[in-house]
């Protein structure tokens, strides 16, 4: 398979994880985290967690997406997901009732950033990890 091919691949992954992880993000920095706060006390973590979501939801995908490091925001993005599926605390096979997993977008996320941490971010970055 030709570089290129790959190189643009992992741009594709790169943008789409990033933007759709951005979106979430802005819109706790507009809207807050009482959210975010209220279902960690919840599950018995400090409200002060919540404010990791700034860290995997903004910092993490700006890292992504500009590729400074890919790399480490990919690994932030993974501890975000995890977090994020401890908290829902929805059986991981659960089905929607069209069939479809009920974390199917929290597994896409997952398996990008996967796939970033193992291959890098490629050719098209600024800084390489």
Same mark, same amino acid.
């Given at each position: 398979?030709? $570089?290129?091919?790959?190189?643009?691949?992992?741009?594709?992954?790169?943008?789409?994880?990033? @933007?759709?992880? *951005?979106?979430?993000?802005?819109?706790?920095?507009?809207?807050?985290?009482?959210?975010?706060?209220? $279902?960690?006390?919840?599950?018995?973590?400090?409200? *002060? @967690?919540?404010?990791?979501a700034y860290v995997g939801e903004v910092l993490a995908p700006? $890292?992504?997406?500009?590729?400074?490091? !890919?790399?480490?925001?990919?690994?932030? @993005?993974?501890?975000?997901?995890?977090?994020?599926?401890?908290v829902l605390h929805t059986p991981l096979s659960a089905l929607?009732? @069209?069939?479809?997993?009920?974390?199917?977008?929290?597994?896409?996320?997952l398996s990008a950033a996967i796939c970033l941490v193992i !291959?890098?971010?490629?050719?098209?970055?600024?800084?390489?990890?």
């Amino acid at each position: 398979m030709n $570089m290129i091919n790959i190189n643009f691949g992992l741009l594709f992954i790169r943008l789409g994880l990033g @933007v759709c992880l *951005l979106m979430h993000g802005i819109f706790k920095l507009t809207h807050g985290i009482d959210g975010v706060k209220s $279902m960690l006390v919840a599950r018995g973590i400090p409200d *002060l @967690v919540a404010y990791g979501a700034y860290v995997g939801e903004v910092l993490a995908p700006a $890292m992504i997406i500009i590729g400074v490091f !890919c790399r480490i925001g990919a690994l932030l @993005v993974i501890a975000n997901v995890l977090m994020i599926i401890y908290v829902l605390h929805t059986p991981l096979s659960a089905l929607t009732g @069209v069939g479809g997993f009920e974390l199917e977008i929290v597994y896409l996320y997952l398996s990008a950033a996967i796939c970033l941490v193992i !291959c890098g971010g490629g050719e098209f970055v600024l800084i390489r990890d």
